[in-house]
């Protein structure tokens, strides 16, 4: 299918879409994005597009990938009935993330090349059409063109410019809503199989009665995060998971250097870690940025970023290993030794500066060494869940990614955390999760409009 970038005059300055797959031979069809005529959203529009032989779309899960991948499926075939079947609450972690605040995307990598070594898992898949086809400049503008202010960090971190989760989650609570998707909660997909006809049959567990739903779907996105159950299904529609670990978290440490330090920020380190483990080809771990002193250990960016490369093989060995911190790293070890004399030189005779300016050479030696090579010894993983993501999952070689359709089956689509996809920390999930649904959801759409046509 090839795919074409375009912008249309909708109302909706600036909303990337794709040209549709068919407008090279039906040059006069065009595909117009008005709003579509209210539908009623109730439990049964599952049953109206079986009665009403309508296709039919349902979408494992009602976070971030799966909510945005619905609404753009319906944004392109409006006439196509889109069930998202989410067992808790949707959205329930873009509630949570960034302190409350959502970190939508990453505005400082312009450059797709650049962006996708910010994926531990998918740095290398991810170079090609994924980002090209809707990257952190069509969030922003979709976002921005649905009535969110968004303002970019100095950090490059994105945020709605309230500061509140709320406005991303009201945003598509309204899109769901103007679209007609028909967002199902408290039910769970307990288990999916194809049926000789080629279509999907679900079964769909309702939470409140012991009653099971049997579904056949079309189209199917599995958008369901990090759940077990997710993978379940993946696996049974034929496809392989890579072992999930965790990513992203904080390095648990004992050390009573640490423990006067707590709260306090280094805007800049290097750290470097050594893993306890026998493992070979443990590539350099090693980074650079703000780190922070915690109660427990140590987090911030520096430390979030090292976890999340080294989370395989930190998991492998245990969660232990030896922490090298260089507390500054922009000053080579003989400028500083040579920054520590001056120091002590300027001080000596000054009444109240006596200790320092006693201090002996080798002490201030010690005191360089400290500050360039400082070892901690690493015990275990943080468990506070500042921004935690799972590594693993379907493998990115069993996807399409200018589709997101499945290699193995086909009308099976994945988006989001259930691919073997992780981001470090700074927006960089969440994008994964916005451009793998926009992506699944418009192939479903021009699919469906084809279908719709008689053009399959
Ligand atoms: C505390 C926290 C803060 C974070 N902050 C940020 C941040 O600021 N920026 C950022 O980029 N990333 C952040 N992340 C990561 C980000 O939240 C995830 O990468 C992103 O939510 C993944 O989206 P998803 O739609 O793939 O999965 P999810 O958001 O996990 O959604 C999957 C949904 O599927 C449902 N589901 C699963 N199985 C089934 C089933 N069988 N039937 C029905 N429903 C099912 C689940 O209940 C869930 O609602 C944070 C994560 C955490 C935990």
């Known amino acids: 299918m090839a795919m074409r970038r375009c912008f249309v ?7 990337s879409v794709f040209s549709l797959s068919f407008s090279s031979i039906l040059p006069t069809f065009h595909y117009k994005r008005t709003r579509p005529r209210e539908r009623r959203c109730t439990t049964h529009a599952i049953c109206h597009a079986t009665k009403s032989k309508e296709e039919l779309l349902v979408v494992v899960g009602g976070g971030a990938a799966g909510v945005y991948g619905a609404i753009h499926a319906k944004t392109v075939a409006p006439h196509l009935s889109v069930v998202v ?10 509630k949570v993330s960034g302190g409350g605040r959502c970190n939508v995307t990453n505005g400082h990598c312009v ?3 650049i962006l996708a070594e910010n994926y531990p898992r998918g740095h290398k898949e991810l170079r090609g059409s994924f980002f090209n086809i809707h990257g952190p400049v069509d969030t922003m503008s979709w976002f921005a ?4 202010e968004l303002k970019v960090e100095d950090d490059g971190r994105v945020f709605p410019v309230s500061n509140s989760s709320s406005s991303i989650i009201d945003c598509l609570n309204s899109e769901v809503k103007q679209r007609g998707v028909s967002l199902q909660t408290r039910k769970t997909v307990a288990a999916i199989s194809i049926l000789s006809s080629g279509k999907f049959l679900l079964e769909i567990q309702q939470h409140t009665s012991v009653h099971v739903e049997r579904v056949e779907a079309d189209y199917l996105l599995i958008a369901s995060g990090s759940s077990r159950q997710g993978y379940t299904l993946a696996s049974q529609l034929g496809h392989s998971i890579v072992d999930p670990v965790p990513s992203l978290f904080t390095f648990k440490i004992e050390d009573l250097r640490l423990r006067e330090l707590s709260g306090v920020t280094f805007p800049k380190v290097k750290v470097r870690l050594k893993l306890d483990s026998v493992q070979r080809n443990i590539p350099k771990l090693t980074q650079v940025g703000p780190m922070l002193v915690t109660h427990w250990g140590l987090s911030g960016p520096a430390i979030l970023r090292l976890s999340a490369w080294g989370a395989r093989f930190l998991f492998s060995s245990s969660y232990k290993g030896q922490l090298f911190v260089d507390f500054i790293p922009d000053l080579h070890v003989e400028n500083l030794k040579s920054v520590l004399s001056h120091h002590k030189l300027q001080y000596a005779g000054l009444s109240g500066d006596v200790l320092w300016a006693s201090i002996s050479n080798s ?4 005191i360089g060494s400290v500050l360039k090579n400082c070892i901690f010894e690493v015990t275990g993983k943080g468990q506070f869940k500042d921004e935690f993501v799972t590594a693993g999952g379907v493998p990115l070689s069993e996807i399409s990614l200018n589709t997101m359709e499945s290699k193995v089956c086909t009308r099976l689509f994945f988006a989001g955390e259930i691919l073997n996809v992780d981001g470090v920390t700074g927006g960089f999930n969440f994008q994964n999760a916005w451009s793998g ?12 409009l084809g279908s719709c046509l008689g053009l399959k």
């Open 9 to 15: 005059g909708s109302g909706q300055a600036n909303t």
């Open 85 to 94: 079947i989410e067992k808790g609450k949707p959205l329930s972690k873009v």
């Open 145 to 148: 063109s649905h009535g969110v």
């Open 363 to 366: 002490s201030l030696m010690s």
């Open 437 to 448: 649904g926009f992506i699944a959801g418009t192939t479903i759409g021009r699919l469906a």
């Open 111 to 113: 450059d797709n090349m």
